[in-house]
């Protein structure tokens, strides 16, 4: 690499200077004169005052160019790189290549050259050609790079008379070039700034709206969080004052000033605000368009989060008279701790049904100008899935400076504490707004167990088991308790059985005895994590068990182990907590079949294997606690590699503080921890997602045919015929979590499968599987695809069309594809409708459905939070409306006519999950994406489809439920568990904001599917707000939750979701409200 770089130092006394900025590109540009993006990347890092060197080299992945850039770049003490070559260092899976970024330890922008014309890049939602995506975003994301924006596109210079061929060359567009400059700039004086100096903005997420869900963050004790991060600076000899005792004390500090809820705003303190007059100058300063967009939309300036309806704002005349717009947050010294604000849904509610892609507010707008402008930060910290930030309209991808993301957040360095499973949204942060992600460890996981009246139910049919053949005289009285629990507990509605006597008595018991098992194994979260901390004691234990009952390719999972040794007679010693008694019985079921897996019980294995783990934690050495060789080999996993990693968490905050100094964070893989996915340990690195050519994997593909075969077995043995038309809901999280699961699906119910080279193992095409190996009729599928995978997986949804095209110009027998039948009959049936045949035709093929090309979601969520709704009509039309776009590859037109046509067709309503990290009711996703599907589908047809939730949670075997079934498992296993309910309440405001979410999504999937009973409500109110104990914690904690509780319950039965309910009960609820109103006026009155 001789000669293989230029300096351009703005001193004549270059030798004795430290360099800024390194630019890399590639050796071909320098031979071929193509560096007009390098000089003017070069000439605007020289305005910005930054000195920079520029090196042009062949590969990065040779080890001697590595070498030498190394010493290079050491040698002029380079602060920062822009790189312009596409690909990674490191292959995935293989973090150890990084090694070259580590020993720099600074940070490495992504700059792109694409390889598009500006033109496409401006007419173009996605920004990036598909190839471009994965040579350029994906792939150097893998060396844990900060992805920023396209600087270039290519442009025709001349035409070769010779060649007669185009000579193409790379334009520099001069508004992104400056960008990068100015971004540059700033994680330069982020680095050289002393930390005493530097100004931190810690930005929370607020939604809904509400008081009682400030600090959102998917499995994160958010609050907590956020002091261990205050006290960590002021450890780093920040300038913080006053940090609150612990996260409630935040919270409620924060509540006592402005924040998104209009309730008491007059009663607010105003901590900081922006003049009305500073925005109104900010805000000429924007691109015309965005001016006009903004202006129509929201009319004027004091149209804001302070401001909504004309009562509203006659109320709010405070702010207005005074001419200013209040900044909701704290300062602490040098630090801000904001509360980020609302999209604007919540200003007017008819937004919700035809505006997907909704401009920020005025109000939006003004906080983060104050955050850069008036603050002065230096960084901004959004803490925990997710914010709004990064799914503001704009591109998908290297963003333009009509993006409102950039709009909002300029050029300044961010950072992302985002939890560790999930790829897709914390890739949507990296992408859209140039995050750095931190990635952090999912909540302690537990088993459910047994409890209450589940408990004594499983007691008594092993009682009445018994009696059948010792005691024959005392089963009537068995059956006639069993019966009164039943009766008690709904169980039989669960099981989908209207009526248990004493003749379906014994068939009952056999099918509730499997249900109660599956219900004490569940796995279920005991907590929340904290941001910097590992799990300790019991809660580590648990998590270790849960990670490590999966197998991986070298190592059996430890209850296989423990399982595999018994059954080969491998003795156990006593163990600590077991009797004499209780082993040697142990050890007679072992024996008594060692070919009969199941011979010792699952309970059994279960505490050899928390006991093993237990000595580990101790420090006992593997080798010491003999069970045989399986178990000793995974004991020496967890010991060496497992906890360790696991122990590693504290570099969550570590590597933050290292991120804002200015150096490199070390990049790792995303994924489930829980299934199979331990390489994504430690966290607090900066994950990554996968090569999207190779989705969907090999691996993907034979748990995808499985989940096939087993949705079409149940459908066909409930319904004595094949399925002919399901529609599922893809996200791009998922997606990338499991390697492409649900693809695979997709591709083995339509009768193809992927071809894969040989020797990358991407998926180059697809073939089809001929009906006589098939086996049975194809199945005509219709996919509704999140925002993020429309924008991730460009490739995908190329192939998705492709295969729809190829299947519905096959000619079979009608019957056994249904997909090309049913596009032939539409096809006339649209020329009917004054279609020529060739649009008709088109209409008639659609089956690839989305969002609006640049907006994001599924429309529900404003709706059920505002109660704006009164009818299935509202919940579909908002559906409709945000999901009407059919999708040719990655050309979205709106096709409403199209997609209602498909939805009055379909029989299926399918939607998966992949790992047991999180549930239906953890989200707002799940009934929006498929609870949304399924209330167009009532509304068009009628009634409800059949509504499936898949379970691939284990890829050796995966489920299908009925949505009821599965409401009913997640109810029973973790909704009203003392167990879970005990660990969220250890989380103080936080954990109630968990209990009040989880009763909002129970309501809304109510609403939206009608696939919840009255006695889940009625559970849900005694274990949350009638049992004393609880409802006094969250009082205590969070009394905007109590209320807004009560009110949702009181919501369900009003809407005529829970209709046999008490009247005393209701009175209770009323009487809650009441109380905790008046708490929340006393806590508003006392912060004047």
């Known amino acids: 690499m001789n000669q293989s770089y230029s300096i351009n130092i703005n001193t004549?006394?270059?030798?004795?200077?430290?360099?800024?900025?390194?630019?890399?590109?590639?050796?071909?540009?320098?031979?071929?004169g193509n560096t007009k993006p390098i000089d003017s990347l070069s000439s605007a890092l020289k305005k910005q005052n930054l000195s920079t060197?520029?090196?042009?080299?062949?590969?990065?992945?040779e080890a001697d160019i590595q070498a030498e850039l190394i010493e290079i770049l050491q040698k002029y003490q380079v602060n920062l790189i822009l790189n312009t070559t596409s690909f990674s260092v490191a292959k995935i899976g293989s973090e150890s290549n990084t090694k070259i970024w580590e020993t720099l330890d600074i940070p490495v922008l992504q700059v792109i050259l694409s390889g598009s014309t500006e033109e496409y890049w401006q007419n173009s939602f996605q920004g990036l050609s598909p190839r471009d995506v994965a040579m350029n975003v994906a792939?150097?994301?893998?060396?844990?790079?900060?992805?920023?924006?396209?600087?270039?596109?290519?442009?025709?210079?001349?035409?070769?008379?010779?060649?007669?061929?185009?000579?193409?060359?790379?334009?520099?567009?001069?508004?992104?070039?400056?960008?990068?400059?100015?971004?540059?700039?700033?994680?330069?004086?982020?680095?050289?700034?002393?930390?005493?100096?530097?100004?931190?903005?810690?930005?929370?997420?607020?939604?809904?709206?509400?008081?009682?869900?400030?600090?959102?963050?998917?499995?994160?004790?958010?609050?907590?969080?956020?002091?261990?991060?205050?006290?960590?600076?002021?450890?780093?000899?920040?300038?913080?004052?006053?940090?609150?005792?612990?996260?409630?004390?935040?919270?409620?500090?924060?509540?006592?000033?402005?924040?998104?809820?209009?309730?008491?705003?007059?009663?607010?303190?105003?901590?900081?605000?922006?003049?009305?007059?500073?925005?109104?100058?900010?805000?000429?300063?924007?691109?015309?368009?965005?001016?006009?967009?903004?202006?129509?939309?929201?009319?004027?300036?004091?149209?804001?989060?302070?401001?909504?309806?004309?009562?509203?704002?006659?109320?709010?005349?405070?702010?207005?008279?005074?001419?200013?717009?209040?900044?909701?947050?704290?300062?602490?010294?040098?630090?801000?701790?904001?509360?980020?604000?609302?999209?604007?849904?919540?200003?007017?509610?008819?937004?919700?049904?035809?505006?997907?892609?909704?401009?920020?507010?005025?109000?939006?707008?003004?906080?983060?100008?104050?955050?850069?402008?008036?603050?002065?930060?230096?960084?901004?910290?959004?803490?925990?899935?997710?914010?709004?930030?990064?799914?503001l309209p704009g591109k998908s991808l290297v963003l333009s400076n009509?993006?409102?993301?950039?709009?909002?957040?300029?050029?300044?360095?961010?950072?992302?504490?985002?939890?560790?499973?999930?790829?897709?949204?914390?890739?949507?942060?990296?992408?859209?707004?140039?995050?750095?992600?931190?990635?952090?460890?999912?909540?302690?996981?537990?088993?459910?167990?047994?409890?209450?009246?589940?408990?004594?139910?499983?007691?008594?049919?092993?009682?009445?088991?018994?009696?059948?053949?010792?005691?024959?005289?005392?089963?009537?009285?068995?059956?006639?308790?069993?019966?009164?629990?039943?009766?008690?507990?709904?169980?039989?509605?669960?099981?989908?059985?209207?009526?248990?006597?004493?003749?379906?008595?014994?068939?009952?018991?056999?099918?509730?005895?499997?249900?109660?098992?599956?219900?004490?194994?569940?796995?279920?979260?005991?907590?929340?994590?904290?941001?910097?901390?590992?799990?300790?004691?019991?809660?580590?234990?648990?998590?270790?068990?849960?990670?490590?009952?999966?197998?991986?390719?070298?190592?059996?999972?430890?209850?296989?182990?423990?399982?595999?040794?018994?059954?080969?007679?491998?003795?156990?010693?006593?163990?600590?907590?077991?009797?004499e008694d209780q082993n040697n019985n142990l050890l007679r079921k072992a024996k008594e079949d060692k070919n009969n897996e199941s011979i010792v019980e699952k309970d059994d294995l279960e505490n050899i294997a928390n006991e093993l783990i237990e000595k580990l934690i101790k420090g006992e050495k593997a080798e010491e606690i003999k069970l045989g060789k399986h178990t000793e080999k995974s004991l020496n996993w967890i010991k060496n590699k497992l906890l360790p990693n696991l122990k590693k968490t504290e570099q969550e905050i570590d590597n933050l503080i290292r991120g804002l100094e200015g150096k490199y964070i070390p990049s790792g893989s995303s994924g489930a921890p829980t299934r199979g996915r331990s390489d994504v340990l430690p966290t607090g690195r900066n994950f990554y997602s996968v090569d999207i050519r190779a989705i969907p994997s090999e691996t993907a593909w034979d748990v995808g045919r499985k989940a096939a075969e087993t949705l079409i077995e149940r459908y066909t043995q409930e319904n004595g015929e094949y399925p002919r038309t399901l529609a599922i809901s893809v996200w791009g999280t998922s997606t990338m979590r499991t390697g492409g699961d649900d693809i695979a699906q997709i591709m083995a119910l339509m009768g193809v499968k992927p071809i894969w080279d040989g020797v990358s193992r991407r998926v180059v095409d697809f073939e089809v599987i001929p009906l006589e190996v098939l086996g049975r009729p194809r199945i005509d599928v219709t996919v509704r695809v999140s925002g993020f995978f429309r924008d991730g997986?460009?490739?995908?949804?190329?192939?998705?069309?492709?295969?729809?095209?190829?299947?519905?110009?096959?000619?079979?027998?009608?019957?056994?594809?249904?997909?090309?039948?049913?596009?032939?009959?539409?096809?006339?049936?649209?020329?009917?409708?004054?279609?020529?045949?060739?649009?008709?035709?088109?209409?008639?093929?659609?089956?690839?459905?989305?969002?609006?090309?640049?907006?994001?979601?599924?429309?529900?969520?404003?709706?059920?939070?505002?109660?704006?709704?009164?009818?299935?009509?509202?919940?579909?039309?908002?559906?409709?409306?945000?999901?009407?776009?059919?999708?040719?590859?990655?050309?979205?037109?709106?096709?409403?006519?199209?997609?209602?046509?498909?939805?009055?067709?379909?029989?299926?309503?399918?939607?998966?999950?992949?790992?047991?990290?999180?549930?239906?009711?953890?989200?707002?996703?799940?009934y929006q994406f498929q609870g949304g599907l399924t209330a167009a589908v009532r509304h068009l047809q009628g009634e409800n489809p059949t509504v499936y939730f898949g379970d691939n949670s284990q890829p050796d075997n995966p489920k299908v439920r009925h949505l009821q079934e599965e409401i009913a498992r997640v109810y029973r296993s973790r909704v009203i568990n003392p167990k879970w309910i005990a660990g969220v309440m250890r989380h103080g405001y936080k954990g109630a904001f968990e209990m009040s979410a989880t009763v909002d999504y129970l309501f809304a999937y109510s609403a939206t599917t009608k696939s919840v009973p009255d006695f889940m409500f009625t559970g849900v109110a005694q274990s949350y707000l009638l049992d004393e104990k609880v409802r006094q914690f969250i009082q205590e904690k969070n009394p905007w939750a109590l209320r807004d509780m009560g009110e949702r319950l009181i919501e369900a039965h009003q809407r005529n979701l829970w209709m046999n309910v008490d009247a005393n009960l209701l009175d209770e609820l009323r009487g809650i409200i009441h109380q905790s109103e008046r708490i929340i006026e006393g806590f508003g009155e006392s912060s004047l």
């Open 53 to 61: 060197i520029a090196i042009y080299l062949s590969s990065l992945r």
């Open 402 to 579: 009509n993006c409102y993301p950039e709009i909002a957040l300029g050029t300044l360095p961010h950072f992302y504490p985002f939890i560790v499973n999930d790829p897709g949204e914390g890739s949507q942060a990296k992408r859209r707004a140039n995050a750095v992600i931190l990635d952090h460890l999912t909540p302690p996981l537990t088993r459910a167990e047994l409890y209450g009246e589940l408990l004594e139910l499983e007691a008594l049919i092993d009682e009445y088991y018994q009696a059948q053949s010792l005691n024959p005289s005392r089963l009537k009285i068995i059956c006639d308790r069993i019966s009164n629990l039943i009766k008690e507990t709904k169980l039989n509605e669960d099981l989908g059985i209207k009526e248990v006597n004493r003749d379906s008595l014994t068939e009952f018991l056999t099918i509730a005895d499997g249900y109660l098992c599956e219900l004490k194994e569940a796995q279920i979260r005991d907590g929340l994590h904290i941001f910097g901390q590992c799990p300790e004691g019991r809660l580590l234990r648990d998590l270790i068990s849960a990670i490590a009952r999966f197998s991986s390719y070298n190592n059996l999972g430890l209850i296989e182990a423990i399982k595999e040794d018994l059954n080969h007679n491998q003795i156990p010693p006593l163990l600590r907590g077991f009797r």
């Open 139 to 391: 792939l150097p994301e893998v060396d844990g790079r900060i992805i920023t924006r396209a600087i270039s596109f290519k442009s025709v210079a001349t035409k070769h008379p010779q060649l007669e061929t185009d000579i193409v060359i790379y334009q520099p567009q001069e508004n992104r070039v400056n960008y990068i400059a100015e971004l540059a700039k700033n994680w330069i004086k982020l680095k050289k700034k002393k930390n005493s100096e530097k100004k931190v903005a810690l930005i929370l997420a607020n939604y809904p709206n509400k008081d009682g869900r400030i600090a959102n963050g998917v499995g994160l004790d958010t609050p907590a969080s956020c002091i261990n991060i205050l006290q960590a600076l002021k450890v780093n000899n920040y300038d913080i004052q006053n940090i609150p005792e612990n996260g409630d004390k935040l919270i409620f500090q924060l509540i006592e000033g402005i924040t998104n809820d209009l309730e008491m705003t007059s009663q607010k303190k105003i901590n900081q605000y922006l003049s009305l007059e500073e925005y109104q100058k900010y805000f000429h300063t924007l691109p015309l368009e965005i001016q006009q967009k903004i202006t129509n939309r929201w009319v004027n300036y004091k149209q804001n989060a302070c401001f909504t309806d004309e009562d509203e704002i006659q109320e709010q005349n405070l702010f207005i008279n005074q001419n200013y717009i209040p900044v909701s947050g704290i300062q602490f010294g040098k630090i801000f701790v904001g509360v980020q604000p609302s999209r604007g849904y919540d200003l007017d509610p008819s937004l919700n049904y035809h505006a997907p892609d909704l401009e920020p507010t005025h109000h939006y707008l003004a906080f983060y100008y104050w955050l850069k402008h008036i603050f002065q930060a230096d960084v901004i910290i959004h803490v925990g899935k997710h914010g709004n930030l990064e799914w």
């Open 793 to 926: 997986f460009p490739n995908i949804m190329e192939l998705l069309y492709k295969i729809n095209q190829y299947l519905s110009s096959l000619k079979e027998e009608k019957e056994n594809n249904p997909l090309a039948q049913q596009v032939e009959k539409d096809t006339q049936y649209w020329i009917k409708q004054g279609l020529e045949e060739k649009q008709a035709r088109e209409r008639a093929t659609y089956r690839l459905f989305g969002s609006k090309p640049g907006a994001y979601g599924a429309g529900l969520q404003g709706l059920i939070e505002a109660q704006n709704w009164h009818s299935d009509e509202d919940l579909a039309r908002a559906y409709l409306n945000w999901s009407s776009y059919a999708y040719t590859g990655t050309k979205g037109v709106s096709q409403p006519e199209a997609f209602e046509q498909r939805l009055k067709q379909l029989q299926i309503v399918l939607h998966n999950q992949d790992n047991r990290e999180h549930d239906l009711l953890d989200s707002d996703d799940y």
């Open 12 to 32: 004549k006394e270059e030798n004795k200077q430290k360099i800024d900025v390194a630019i890399i590109f590639y050796r071909a540009h320098f031979l071929s």
